[in-house]
């Protein structure tokens, strides 16, 4: 949130967060503070292979070609390098289901038609 809204209290419009349902997405407190924040919480179907599978795709994708590229030597080195690939991820990095196009590039040619 910070990152893309800067140091802000609330969101500046709802914004859907995905979880699947674990109970620390489900948990009370955690419900009520992301509501807090603007936070529209969306859970997925319980024992929903599609929503999974999804995840799935993303977790492996993100190992592949940014985990297994790295020395990594601590949890203190890839806490420090999650922001450049998130960037990355979204940004430049092509995906075979967007026409090889980036999420950003995609969207700005779906919303530029």
Not at 15 to 35: M, P, V
Not at 37 to 60: D, H, W, Y
Not at 81 to 106: Q, T, V
Request: charged share 20%; proline share 7%.
């Amino acid at each position: 949130m910070e990152n893309r809204f800067g140091l802000v209290d609330h969101l500046p419009h709802p914004i859907e967060w995905l979880t699947d349902n674990g109970s620390c997405y489900i948990a009370k407190a955690t419900r009520q503070f992301a509501h807090a924040l603007g936070f529209e919480i969306c859970t997925t179907p319980v024992r929903s292979p599609q929503s999974n599978g999804m995840a799935e795709a993303f977790v492996k994708t993100f190992k592949r070609d940014y985990v297994y590229l790295n020395d990594l030597p601590d949890a203190i080195t890839v806490i420090n390098a999650l922001p450049r690939w998130i960037e990355d991820y979204n940004c430049s990095h092509p995906h075979s289901g967007l026409n090889m196009k980036s999420p950003r590039e995609f969207l700005a040619m779906k919303l530029a038609s």
